[in-house]
Nanobody, 124 residues
Framework: QVQLVESGGGLVQAGGSLRLSCAAS????????MGWFRQAPGKEREFVAS????????DYEDSVKGRFTISRDNAKNTVYLQMNSLKLEDTAVYYC?????????????????WGQGTQVTVSS
């Protein structure tokens, strides 16, 4: 089992940047594919980005391509989401999630473990 704790959220102006971190407990972090999801008020949780267990494959939702970058440091049991050129519509609670397996997916139902989320608010 793994516990996930997100950090790095906050209030930022449109066009600014934030880097989210997700720290995992335990010594099995390298066994998990990782994903980032977000949920805006009144909306369903949606896929943002994912990375395979080995870190060699990434996937991004179309609206964040070219602006967001997912990365992982297995030695630090941490996955990151670098968010640049933030837009008002990026405002949401961001969650990291771990999937037991090699490949990540876009479906939140495939993920086994979730963090509590970190709020990202983009202002004009």
């Amino acid at each position: 089992q793994v516990q996930l704790v997100e950090s790095g959220g906050g209030l930022v102006q449109a066009g600014g940047s934030l880097r989210l971190s997700c720290a995992a407990s335990g010594r099995t972090f390298s066994r998990y594919a990782m994903g980032w999801f977000r949920q805006a008020p009144g909306k369903e949780r949606e896929f943002v980005a994912s990375m395979s267990r080995g870190g060699d494959t990434t996937d991004y939702e179309d609206s964040v391509k070219g602006r967001f970058t997912i990365s992982r440091d297995n030695a630090k049991n941490t996955v990151y989401l670098q968010m640049n050129s933030l837009k008002l519509e990026d405002t949401a609670v961001y969650y990291c999630a771990a999937l037991v397996g090699i490949w990540a997916t876009r479906s939140l139902y495939d993920y086994n473990y979730w963090g509590q989320g970190t709020q990202v608010t983009v202002s004009s």
